[in-house]
């Protein structure tokens, strides 16, 4: 089954970090835009950010803005979320899908989600 997994997710105070990491499972991420979302309890979850293949255009959510960055290493066939001055509202289920690019919005290969945590 072609999905994603991803990692790096867990338990931080607030003001703190994490680095996610997505990597694909049975294909390559060189030809695909990669997105990040999040769906907190009792949300909807919420794209944060993509990046296209050229790995220099991206879209970042005003939420995040100025915490998060994406970034994607093809050689590695990785895609990372790097969060910073994490808050509590940061709390939820973190995901990333695959497009043909980020203005397109329809999204396929999603995985199971890695958990974040924020406590105050």
């Known amino acids: 089954q072609l999905r994603f997994v991803e990692s790096g997710g867990g338990s931080v105070h607030a003001g703190g970090s994490l680095r996610l990491s997505c990597t694909p499972s049975g294909f390559t991420t060189e030809y695909y835009a990669i997105g990040w979302f999040r769906q907190a309890p009792g949300k909807e979850r919420e794209e944060l950010s993509c990046?296209?293949?050229?790995?220099?255009?991206?879209k970042v959510a005003d939420s995040v803005k100025a915490r998060f960055i994406i970034s994607r290493d093809d050689a590695k066939n990785t895609v990372h979320l790097q969060m910073n001055s994490l808050k509590p509202e940061d709390t939820g289920v973190y995901y990333c899908?695959?497009?043909?690019?980020?203005?397109?919005?329809?999204?396929?290969?999603w995985g199971q989600g890695t958990q974040v945590t924020v406590s105050s």
């Open positions: 990046i296209n293949t050229d790995a220099r255009s991206t």
């Open positions: 899908a695959a497009t043909p690019a980020c203005t397109v919005g329809t999204w396929s290969y």
